[in-house]
Structures are given as C-alpha cells and as structure tokens.
C-alpha cells in the first residue's frame, strides 16, 4: 500500500520461482522473502474463488481482502464466493466468466482483488521485497493484475513466456494514475487492424483520483540474449533486469532455436545456439539472474563468478513444506524422489502455447492412466482470432476439437494438448468435478533439478523453504 516502507537497496541472491496457479503461492513467497530473498507469488482469480469456496480456512483471504481500497468490492466477492463452510462433497467449483478484451469494471475488480490479496498476504509480517510472475502469452487479465499487485505494493514483477515489450511502459501509466493498454495479439489476422487491451484506473475510483503508486522494478525472463538486448534498448520503459531461463527450468521453455528434432525420448533438442552469450549480457549493465538446473550451492557460485546478481530457483521450492502443490500429492513426489524415482519430461505437445512444457513423472501419479476431459472453462490460454464477421473470438488447443476446429483452428494443433489451466488447479488441490462426478487429474510441472532432489533431501522425508535458502547460500553443512 501507498506509505508502506521502502524494501531493502540490495539485490537479492536468490530469486523463488515464479510457479504458477498457486504453487508459488503466499505463503510460500512470505517464507522466503522473511529469509531476505525474494519471495514470488502468481495472481490467479479463479484460485482465488475456489479457496473462497472451499471455506478460506484460517479466514486470511478475508483478512487482506479487507484491506482492499477501492469500497465495496471485498465485500461483494465475500457475498458471491465465500461458503464458510466449504464446498459440499462432490459438488462443483462455481466458474468464473472467462476473461476477453473488454471486461466489465466489476470483472475487472475480481481479478484486481485477487492479485491485491496474493501479494498483500506474502508481504504480511516482514519488510522485505515481494515479487510477481506472469505469462506474457496469457494476455487478458495483465492490466488489472499488475494493478492489484500494486495497490498491495509489490515490489517486482517477472514476466516471461513471450516478448514483454509494453509491460514497463504499462507499469510506468499504472504507477501515476494513467491508462495503460497492451496491443493484443489476434491469432492468423491478415486485416492490419490493431486490437489493444486497456486498464484505466479512474475508473476504479469514483469521485476521486486515482492514488500514486510505487512503479515496481520489471525483470524480464529471457531465453537469448538477443532478446535482452532488444527489451534493453526498444521496451517502451525502464527494463531493471533479466532472468536468464535456461531449457532445464520447470514450466514453459522457450522452444529450441535449431531445427524441431526430437530426442529418443520424444523431448526438443537445444543445442549451442541455444545458449546465452552472458558477456552480451553483462554489457547491458543491468543485474541478472541466472534460472534452470540452478538449485545447488555450486551452481549459486558460479552464477556470481559469471557476474550474475544470483539465481532462480524453482524446483527445490516446489516442494518444501510451504508449497502450494496439494500435500498428499507433495508428499508423494517427495518420496519417490528420495528412491530416484521421479523423471522430468520436456513435453513438446501438452502446452496449448505450442511451447515446450516440462511434466513430472513419478510412480505413484495419480493422473497415470487416467483420460483427461477436452475442454475450456477457465480460459487463460486462450488466443484471440478474427472471426468472418470482422470481430474477436476466442480458442484453444486443449478445447474440445470439432469446437476448435468450428473456430478456424488447425486440428492438428490440437494432437496431445492438455488443458493445463484445469489440471495445474488440480495439483494445488482446487480439482474441478464433471458433471459424471469424476475429478480432474493433476499435472505437476518442475525443473530437471528434481531429478536430483535426493541428494539435497538426506535423511529428511520434508524440508522447509528456510532449509532451501539456508542449503544454496551456505549456512548448512
């Protein structure tokens, strides 16, 4: 909030993995942050709806909901959404209205609340530096999520998973009050004509101006150093950093830049070309960080012998005890990693970005054997298409495939897909249930680092995100 106190003036050594639908969740965030490093959060209202249904146990989301500052929005979200008494067994989570280019301002105010509780609960409890992740692909709720995120003060924002160009530019409109707007990309459009998103704060605040917000520093997770350079030299604001993302990193990867062959195992092959030249990078002048397979004391050293302000760490967090993956299903991997039981997969098919898209695979998955539902309630992979008629319409790959196909869509852009927005709910324990009854089956996404997590596991059968930091700077034998 405006007046909060200043975060610290050094750069964090360690950078928490931005994992999204709830798996870098607040608490998880606050734990690392009270360490002194950088805690990240991922803002997601349809998580945020179903933890108001499923009771909001402990009542926290009601808590900072309460201290949201545009009248009467908490209160109206309390009245659609909260059941203090959770869900009845077997009954559905209520869904959202999919998000689209022009919301309503009460929609539009969900998803500011949603951010707004995310970040303000991370930063309870401590002074240190917040940050949050998002997906440049999932373009729609962007506007309104960065401004919750600063109406709670956050302190960064990480963005990756495309070409964040107009993010600081955007940052810089929101921090004074003023109009923001995304130019939005509209899927195979020939006509020329430019689609924009738009956020206006004065909307929000009837009667009175808009306040003055803190403009939050903006690093951008890259895959090249080309890339770097051009967000260095042509974003439409000030770029603060990078996140170097190696193809080693847990969620999306940036696809390979040599020709689209496959490994044995049926994974995309990076190569030299693939590799980030770190001297183009040092000469920008700006800090970096350095992410994928990164999560050992010895990858940390080198990191800062390559002139890195640090590391992002994914995988390790994933699945300390603050976590947001749904216990059982964290427990599970846990032991099975402690065996050398647990394999990481580059899958090139299941994202509907078309990105390559990292699965854990373990014995005991639950999701083994099980056939996924196609279909697209929650929507936040969805792209914009002209329709015939001149206007917007929205697909996606996981959609059932005669609808995608109805749209326009190719139906091979449709071979394996998974609908990633319901199975990462599933996996931070917010399963959706059909209408059959069945529940949908979790996917869990991490790092190659997982592979190896036995090693940093020991004796232990769980570990804290406190263990994590303690372990990479040093501080345990």
């Known amino acids: 909030m405006p007046g909060a106190a200043a975060p610290p003036t050094t750069l964090p ?16 965030a606050r734990a690392v942050s009270r360490r002194g490093q950088l805690g990240v959060v991922s803002g997601c209202d349809s998580l945020f709806v179903r933890q108001l249904q499923d009771g909001d146990a402990g009542g926290h989301l009601w808590s900072a909901m309460q201290r949201f500052p545009i009248p009467g929005v908490a209160a109206a979200a309390r009245r659609a959404f909260l059941l ?10 209520r869904l959202l209205p999919m998000q689209q280019q022009v919301m309503s301002r009460a929609r539009q105010q969900l998803i500011m609340l949603a951010a707004f509780v995310e970040v303000a609960l991370a930063k309870d409890g401590h002074e240190s530096r917040v940050g949050m992740n998002l997906l440049t692909k999932v373009q729609m709720p962007i506007l309104p999520t960065l401004y919750g995120a600063m109406l709670a003060g956050v302190d960064y924002i990480l963005m990756g998973a495309g070409i964040p160009r107009e993010i600081p530019g955007a940052l810089d409109a929101l921090a004074e009050g003023r109009e923001a707007k995304l130019r939005l990309d509209v899927d195979g459009d020939a006509s020329g004509a430019a689609e ?17 917000l803190k403009r939050p520093d903006f690093l951008a997770i890259v895959a090249s150093h080309a890339l770097a350079v051009m967000l260095a030299r042509k974003a439409t604001g000030r770029v603060n950093g990078f996140v170097i993302e190696g193809p080693r990193a847990g969620g999306h990867n940036a696809p390979p830049r040599s020709d689209t062959l496959l490994s044995e195992r049926g994974e995309p092959v990076y190569g030299e070309r693939d590799d980030v030249d770190l001297g ?26 390559d002139g890195a302000a640090g590391i992002q760490v994914g995988g390790l967090f994933a699945c300390c005890d603050e976590s947001g993956i749904e216990p059982g299903l964290r427990r599970s991997i846990v032991e099975c990693a402690a065996r050398g039981e647990v394999d990481v997969f580059t899958d090139p098919l299941a994202s509907p970005t078309g990105y390559p898209f990292k699965v854990v695979r373990w014995p005991a998955d639950p999701s083994r054997g099980v056939t996924r539902q196609r279909r697209c309630d929650i929507g936040y992979l969805r792209v914009a298409y002209r329709k015939p008629s001149g206007g917007i319409g929205y697909r996606c790959p996981s959609e059932p495939v005669s609808s995608y196909v109805a749209k326009g869509g190719l139906h091979a852009d449709t071979d394996g897909r998974r609908c990633l927005c319901n199975a990462l709910m599933a996996t931070v324990g917010s399963a959706q249930v059909a209408v059959d009854g069945s529940v949908e089956p979790p996917l869990v996404t991490g790092g190659d680092d997982l592979k190896n997590l036995a090693g940093f596991l020991g004796s232990r059968s769980h570990y804290s995100a406190a263990d994590v930091i303690d372990w990479l700077l040093g501080a345990r034998g």
């Not at 203090?84 to 989570?93: D, F, H, T």
């Not at 924009?196 to 003055?212: C, I, M, N, Q, T």
């Open 196 to 212: 924009y998103l738009r956020f206006d704060p004065a909307e929000h605040f009837e009667g009175s101006a808009p306040p003055v």
């Open 84 to 93: 203090p008494e959770g869900r009845a067994p077997g009954a559905p989570y």
């Open 280 to 305: 183009r990078i040092r000469d920008l002048g700006l800090p970096f960080w350095i992410a994928g397979g990164t999560g050992h004391p010895d990858r940390l050293r080198k990191a800062l012998d």
């Open 13 to 28: 050594r360690i950078i928490q993995g931005g994992m999204g639908i709830g798996v870098s969740g607040w608490r998880l």
